[in-house]
């Protein structure tokens, strides 16, 4: 069964009033909606999505089946299932430190151990770093193809960045900061440039070059 490809085994809830916010995030690397429950959750998709080594993901895969120690049943559906590039499978749970009740303890604890038992890896994926997260969706606005440049543009956009400049520097240069930027933002989004996106946020002194310092 190739869990990145089912649709999800619950539908997502969602109500007026809720702190929640129920959404579909489009996957640039398969062209395909993942769904999500929450902004945080919607944030991890996001990095998944920018992720190299991340080829399919798909939310709310399967529903798992235990028994606890008093032999109550219980049941969990993960939050995504992940396919990394190399063919490797990762669950994902998303949970805020400080959201995290001994039930979820629990059913994040028996995920677990499901996964090492079927080969898989697993995460329980907490807090997301708040400047890298506000990079990445700036990028992601340019995911699409259409702002993506021809082979030329591109390779020219590379020698122009080189071994480090100043990211409207070197806009300027490559021909013209309007018509370039949205091909610069592209080229960093799939990494063929690079930013310190963790460190500080992204803008015009942002320090860009060639390679992949994600």
């Known amino acids: 069964m190739r869990f990145e490809d089912v649709p999800p085994v619950r539908k997502f809830h969602f109500e007026k009033g809720q702190q929640s916010f129920a959404g579909s995030w489009w996957l640039a690397s398969t062209g395909e ?12 998709v996001m990095l998944m999505d920018f992720d190299p080594e991340v080829a399919a993901v798909a939310s709310q895969p399967f529903w798992l089946h235990w028994r606890e120690e008093g032999g109550r049943a219980r049941r969990h559906a993960p939050d995504f299932f992940v396919r990394r590039a190399d063919g490797s499978a990762l669950v ?55 702002c993506e440049p021809p082979a030329e543009a591109a390779a020219q956009m590379a020698g122009v960045f080189g071994d ?39 803008g015009p002194r942002s320090l860009v070059r060639t390679g992949t310092l994600r």
């Open 92 to 146: 994902v749970d998303v949970r805020p430190d400080e959201r995290i009740e001994p039930r979820d303890a629990g059913a994040f604890g028996a995920t677990r151990r499901m996964c090492a038992l079927a080969g898989w890896g697993f995460t329980r994926a907490g807090a997301v770093d708040p400047v890298l997260a506000a990079n990445v969706r700036w990028l992601s606005r340019y995911r699409h193809r259409r």
């Open 164 to 202: 480090g400049l100043a990211l409207f520097e070197g806009a300027d240069r490559a021909g013209g900061r309007l018509a370039v930027l949205p091909a610069v933002y592209h080229l960093l989004w799939k990494g063929w440039l690079s930013a310190e996106l963790p460190g500080r946020p992204l």
């Open 33 to 44: 909606l993942v769904g999500y429950e929450s902004w945080l959750e919607r944030d991890h």
